[in-house]
C-alpha cells in the first residue's frame, strides 16, 4: 500500500492547524473522503442533477443509473444476495430506526426479550429501548468481560424462548472490540431469534460478508468509510424485508394511490420515500471504488500495524489507561490521563494540529461499565502514518507533563 499516494488523495490533510500539520485521528466519528469521491458529487450536480425512477430524458435517466449503480456497488461489497436487499437510508441510526419500527412493532410483544450489550453505540440501545416500552418487552443484556470482551457461552446463557431480537455492534465504537457476529448470529437463530448488527465501525475497515456471516440486518454509514454524510445502508433479508412496511410515506415508494387508500412499490422502494440521497449514494459508489483498489484486506492490515505501534508507544506513558482488549482489537484507543480531563486532553492535542475525540462517545452506558464519564479517543484509518502517532505520542507526554507539573 503506497501510504504517500494514498495522502495526496486527501487534500484536506494538507493544511496546518494552530500553526503545525493536521494529524487527523478522529476517523471513528467521521472519516476524510478522497477527491475521487467529492469529484464524482461534483459531476452529477455539475451535468447530470436530476431526480431520479420518475423521468424518461437523459439527465434523469444518467441519474438513475448512478443511483442505482451504487445499489448494485454497495450488494457486491458486503456479498448481499439481491440488490433488492439493499435500502439507502440516511445512515445508521435511521437504518437500525427502521427495523426497530418497522420488523420490531410487528414481531415484538408483551414479555418478549430483546438482547443487547453494554457496548453499544446509543443508535443501537435506544431505539430498542423505546420498542420495550412501546410493547412492554425486556432488555436483556450480555455481560461484558472486565477487558470489554464478551463471551459466547454468555450470548448463549441470557438467550431463552422469549428472546426475539439479538442487537449487537461488530466493532465497539470505543473498545475496539471485535465481536464474533457469525457465533452470535447462529446462536441467535438456534433460538429462532433474529440479529441487527450495527456495522458502521465494522465495514470501512475489514471486509465483510453478510451471507457468510448469516445475519438479518445489518447497518453501515457512508461517512465513516471515506463516503459522504447524509446516507447508510441497510442490509436485510429479502424474505423478511418483503413482510416489512414501510415507515415513511409518499413520494416514490408507492404503487396505487388512492383517495383513501395506497398499496407499496416492491424492494427495495418501498423504503426510500421521497427523494433519495442520489449525490450521497454516488458519493458512496466512489468511495466503495476507492477502498476496493486499495483492498479491504491491506486497510485491514495497515491499521492492525498502525493500532499495535500505537498502543505499544501509549502503554509505557505512566498514568494511563488504555480501555478495550489488548489483543484483537479494531483499529482505535479509547484512554484517559491521570489528572487531565478528556476535553482538556483533546484542546491540548488540537493545539498541536492532532485531531481526537473527547467525550461519552454516545455510549454512556458503557462510561458507567467503564466507571467513568468520558474518554479520550484516537482513531486510525489507511492514511494516518506512524510518524503522525509519533508525534501524536510527544503531543501526549508534553500535555501529560503541563497538566500534572507542580509549580
Known amino acids: 500500500m503506497d501510504i504517500n499516494a494514498i495522502r495526496k488523495d486527501f487534500p484536506i490533510l494538507n493544511q496546518k492547524v494552530h500553526g503545525n500539520p493536521l494529524i487527523y485521528l478522529d476517523t471513528s466519528a467521521t472519516s476524510q473522503s478522497p477527491v475521487q469521491v467529492t469529484d464524482a458529487m461534483s459531476e452529477y450536480y455539475n451535468e447530470y442533477n436530476s431526480n431520479v425512477h420518475r423521468g424518461v430524458h437523459t439527465l434523469g435517466t444518467k441519474a438513475t443509473d448512478g443511483y442505482e449503480q451504487a445499489r448494485m456497488k454497495v450488494r457486491s461489497f458486503i456479498n448481499a444476495k439481491r440488490y433488492e436487499e439493499i435500502i439507502f437510508t440516511r445512515g445508521t441510526t435511521a437504518a437500525i430506526n427502521l427495523v426497530a419500527r418497522s420488523f420490531g412493532d410487528v414481531n415484538i410483544s408483551e414479555g418478549d426479550e430483546i438482547v443487547v450489550t453494554e457496548m453499544e453505540h446509543h443508535a443501537n440501545i435506544v431505539p430498542w429501548q423505546e420498542l420495550a416500552k412501546r410493547k412492554n418487552a425486556k432488555l436483556v443484556f450480555i455481560p461484558l468481560e472486565e477487558d470489554g470482551t464478551i463471551k459466547l457461552e454468555n450470548v448463549e446463557a441470557v438467550m431463552t424462548d422469549k428472546t426475539k431480537i439479538v442487537a449487537v455492534t461488530h466493532v465497539s465504537n470505543v473498545l475496539g472490540t471485535i465481536n464474533d457476529i457469525k457465533s452470535i448470529a447462529e446462536i441467535a437463530h438456534k433460538h429462532d431469534a433474529y440479529i441487527t448488527v450495527d456495522g458502521a465501525q465494522s465495514v470501512p475497515h475489514m471486509s465483510v460478508d453478510v451471507q457468510d456471516l448469516d445475519v438479518d440486518f445489518y447497518a453501515f454509514s ?186
Open 222 to 407: 457512508g461517512h465513516k468509510m471515506l463516503g459522504p454524510t447524509g446516507i447508510g445502508v441497510l442490509y436485510g433479508k429479502a424474505e423478511i424485508l418483503d413482510k416489512m412496511e414501510p415507515i415513511e410515506y409518499g413520494g416514490d415508494m408507492i404503487d396505487f394511490v388512492d383517495l383513501r387508500e395506497s398499496t407499496w412499490t416492491d424492494l427495495p422502494v418501498k423504503f426510500e420515500a421521497g427523494t433519495p440521497m442520489i449525490a450521497e449514494a454516488i458519493g458512496l459508489s466512489a468511495a466503495i471504488d476507492y477502498i476496493n483498489e486499495v483492498g479491504a484486506d491491506e486497510i485491514l492490515s495497515y491499521e492492525q500495524e498502525l493500532v499495535k505501534y500505537a498502543y505499544d508507544k501509549m502503554s509505557e506513558i505512566e498514568g494511563i489507561e488504555i480501555y478495550g482488549p489488548t489483543e484483537e482489537r479494531a483499529g482505535l484507543i479509547t484512554f484517559n490521563l491521570d489528572g487531565v480531563h478528556p476535553h482538556d486532553l483533546a484542546t491540548a492535542l488540537d493545539s498541536d494540529g492532532v485531531a481526537v475525540r473527547a467525550g461519552h462517545h454516545c455510549a454512556q452506558p458503557l462510561m458507567k461499565f467503564l466507571g467513568v464519564s468520558s474518554t479520550a479517543r484516537a482513531s486510525f484509518y489507511l492514511y494516518n502514518t506512524k510518524d503522525e502517532i509519533d508525534f501524536f505520542i510527544d503531543s501526549l507526554k508534553r500535555t501529560k507533563e503541563f497538566f500534572t507539573h507542580e509549580f
